[in-house]
């Protein structure tokens, strides 16, 4: 399925800010896509505009009932100069099978796959071009029918953004993390809408996260909902261990985010021979390991970051480094994807589409 997109050029273009100063989410750039649902009438009205501020209406049902949800894709200029979008289809197919958990309609694949590659197109300039730069991609669901009742809405906008954005922790090269084991907040409940980039998810996260900021630590580590033994996600992206020769990640649930770079790293490492297992981990099974020398490294993995380390996990009463901070499983992971991603090593898996 594809729509016609119209394109309206903005008369002001913004200047761009210089790629050394990009940071994370701080830019965005001259125009923006929007695609109305009506129930009954189905997706319509692509259209590439000007960026600026939505009009809501003030009983718009995602202001009351928290129907939102997002991805996170990227653009990026390669060393020969070519923009090409990094598993844009994949993102698609998350969103689609993502949105019936919120009573919203899915965007059909192909059709928003082909209406960002159409604004990206339009914004082809904005693609920085230093090395460890991206032009973000944010696509977003909300619900617009204005109205008072607790029912799924029968209106809906999506609409995508685009940041052009440098490193996500700042810096070229990888920077360790120090990460606060939180029991007491959970992220999400099994049963809730923890497999589903819904806004609400991210809502549910803040307390704790700005807590562990307070106290130094750059993000938290997140158990089970239940009795906070299991081990789910790292701040907002998924969690890899290596324990002696092994790679291990927390099998997927209805509380864990299927994550692309995630499937990414599991399909490089399984290419390499390297041992990999989807499995429960219990915060007390990576305390063992870690008294033994059996854990070596700990890092995350998301589409902003693509490899985030962990130098340290703090608990109430229990301090543990790990390893040198930046391992060279999580390193070597980190240069092969963004190699992958500027076209300076072989695309083998069919991850990148030119632009």
Known sequence: MKLEVRIERTRAPKAHPPESDLGFGRHFTDHMLLVDFHDGRGWSDARVVPYGPLSLDPAAAVLHYGQAMFEGAKAIRGDDGAVRLFRLERHCQRMASGAPRLCMPPPDPEMLAHAITELVKVE??????????????????????????VRPANQYLLYVILSPVGSYYGGDTLKPVRIWVETQQTRAAKGGL?????????????????????????????????KHEMLEEVGTMNLFLVLGDELVTPALGDTILSGVTRDCILTLARARGIKVTERPLSLAEIVAAHDSGKLKEVFGSGTAAVVSPVSELVTADRRMIVGDGVGPIGQSFYDELTAIQRGAKRDEHGWLTAL
């Open 194 to 226: 923890g497999a589903v980039k819904a806004g609400a998810n991210y809502a549910s996260s803040l307390q704790a996260a700005m807590r562990a900021k307070k106290e130094g630590y750059d993000q938290v580590l997140w158990l089970d909902g239940a």
């Open 124 to 149: 082809e300039a904005w693609v920085p071009r230093a090395r460890n730069t991206a032009l973000y991609i944010r696509p977003t669901l909300v619900a617009t029918e204005p109205f008072l009742g």
